[in-house]
């Protein structure tokens, strides 16, 4: 077993200046490379993990709601759906991988379409991650619906300081959603523009991270074997 801290960046609104949620994020040993460790895991181990780290979560009575992220190819199969329907529920589930979206088939989309729903029918709200503009053309043909859109770190850390460039890749990704959150905030200045921008939300380093140390975490063979019938 291998020992994580389950990181809480706070997920702010830009009209009340009010703590909104929290993404959940893992911290390894120091020992571990995390890039390699994420590497191993399989779709079905990764929504392991995050099951995990919501059931950790319970203990902590956390009133806001706590967005999680996943894959497109667990988002995508009636397996991996179910599975996280039988666990602890986040408030918000975020498609982490857009450009995934482009390599499904009409089959696979019609059924993360079908999924999606289910999520909301069961009380969460679906965001999704990293968005760039290259990639309006790919989900306005999906036909897909978002409850909120994060923009990309490095495209909002770009358009910092041009408030027109800003202003329209809100605009783009609030064709997809009905909220839009700048991520990569680490400034005043940065809540400054992303507010005048027409963000409704932000997140980044700007402000402190909630840290719970010393958790365990399954390690890739324990996630193996809880996970074999999920494929």
């Known amino acids: 077993m291998k020992r994580f801290t389950i990181r809480l960046q706070p997920i702010m609104s830009l009209t009340t200046r009010q703590l909104c949620g929290y993404e959940v994020l893992s911290e390894p ?6 890039a390699e460790w994420f590497e191993q895991c399989s779709s079905a181990q990764l929504l392991q993990l995050r099951t995990w780290q919501l059931r950790m979560l319970e203990s902590q009575k956390i009133t806001v709601k706590l967005f999680v992220n996943l894959t497109t190819a667990i988002l995508a199969s009636e397996e991996g759906t179910a599975a996280l329907l039988q666990g602890p529920l986040p408030g918000v589930v975020e498609l982490q991988d ?6 499904l088939d ?6 993360l379409d079908k999924n999606l729903r289910r999520l909301r029918h069961a009380g969460m709200e679906v965001w999704l991650d990293d968005y760039l503009s290259d990639y309006g053309s790919t989900l306005a043909d999906s ?26 890749l809100i605009a783009e990704a609030r064709r997809f959603g ?35 140390h010393a958790v365990q975490a399954p390690s890739v063979q324990t996630l193996q074997r809880q996970m074999r019938n999920v494929t």
């Open 29 to 34: 040993p120091t020992e571990v490379n995390i």
């Open 98 to 103: 857009p450009m995934a979206i482009a390599r």
């Open 106 to 111: 009409a089959t696979r989309l019609a059924l």
């Open 143 to 168: 036909g897909l619906e978002f409850d909120g859109v994060k923009l990309d770190c490095a495209a909002f850390q770009q358009y910092r300081n041009d408030s027109a460039g800003l202003a329209h």
């Open 178 to 212: 009905t909220f839009v959150l700048a991520e990569g905030v680490e400034s005043q200045g940065d809540v400054r523009a992303a507010s005048l921008a027409g963000a409704d939300l932000a997140q980044g380093f700007y402000w402190p991270e909630k840290k719970i």
